[in-house]
């Protein structure tokens, strides 16, 4: 298919409307191709080295060998979190940049009152100031112009009606959604067609990943939804990176 280049651009200006129309029916390695060419070294990418997340990092890298990756450690990841980056950082060679909480993890708690280190009380505040902080600092740091991100329109209510490419006032920049329109059955098929692995986690039963506490991420039962492990019996639905707000972890 003929994907629409930057060629008639001014000063990084594009028809987002019908790049986003023909990109409904573009295969996402064709979507990171116009991103590599468009955006160049002003490309960045996040991973939260997740169930999933070994495709999307592979089809940048085999575009883009050296594209930045922002990784959020919050200081709560699950241990198996951390050896599945080293694993792909490995065999991918990723240029991984790891921006971590400001905060002491186990003097965090204490000082909030959160006397349970397998669960929290206040989600929303500690998504707000270990996970959604160090990401707005990630962005203020590499300033980029365009951001690929992993998620997808069948995962939450909220995501349904994400575009291809949208522009976040809050990171002041392009979010770039490549794999946007895909279902599981695609993401299984590309992981076995490149020998790519899945999460340690995702075979006992954790199919989306987040940090270590109950209250945050559980393993999933036959018949759930992929995503109903995180905040399980809680109306929140997201960590925060994605909203067009920030969480204003400063009041928090």
């Known amino acids: 298919m003929k994907i629409l280049t930057p060629d008639s651009a001014i000063s990084g200006q594009f028809d987002i409307e019908a790049i986003n129309a023909q990109f409904e029916t573009a ?14 070294d002003d490309l960045v990418m996040t991973s939260s080295f997740g169930a ?11 575009i883009r060998h050296d594209i930045n990756v922002i990784m959020i450690d919050t200081g709560y ?14 065999k991918l060679n990723l240029n991984v940049w790891s921006f971590r909480t400001k905060n002491d993890p ?3 708690l204490q000082t909030v009152g959160e006397n349970d280190p397998t669960w929290r009380d206040d989600v929303d505040r500690c998504c707000a100031v270990n996970k959604n902080e160090p990401m707005e600092r990630a962005m203020n740091q590499l300033k980029p112009k365009a951001w690929l991100r992993g998620i997808r329109r069948k995962q939450s209510s909220i ?6 490419v ?6 002041k920049c392009f979010a770039v959604s490549p794999i946007l ?3 599981g059955r695609q993401i299984s098929d590309y992981l ?3 020998d790519l692995p899945y999460h340690p986690l995702w075979e006992k039963g954790y199919l989306s990943i987040g940090c270590n506490p109950q209250s945050c991420t559980r393993s999933v039962e036959a018949g759930e939804h992929a995503r109903s492990g995180r905040w399980s019996s809680q109306e929140k639905t997201e960590c925060g990176l994605h909203l067009d707000e920030s969480m204003d972890s400063a009041n928090l």
Do not use: C
């Open 192 to 194: 076995r067609e490149n």
């Open 27 to 40: 295969h996402p390695r064709d979507i990171v191709n116009w991103a590599v060419a468009e955006f160049g």
């Open 106 to 108: 186990i003097q965090w």
């Open 77 to 90: 990841l699950f241990p198996e979190t951390h050896l599945f980056m080293e694993e792909l950082r490995a």
């Open 181 to 183: 329109n895909w279902g």
């Open 159 to 164: 995501r349904e009606d994400r575009k291809f």
């Open 52 to 62: 999933e997340s070994a495709l999307l990092l592979h089809m940048a890298t085999q």
């Open 166 to 171: 949208e522009w976040s006032k809050r990171y």
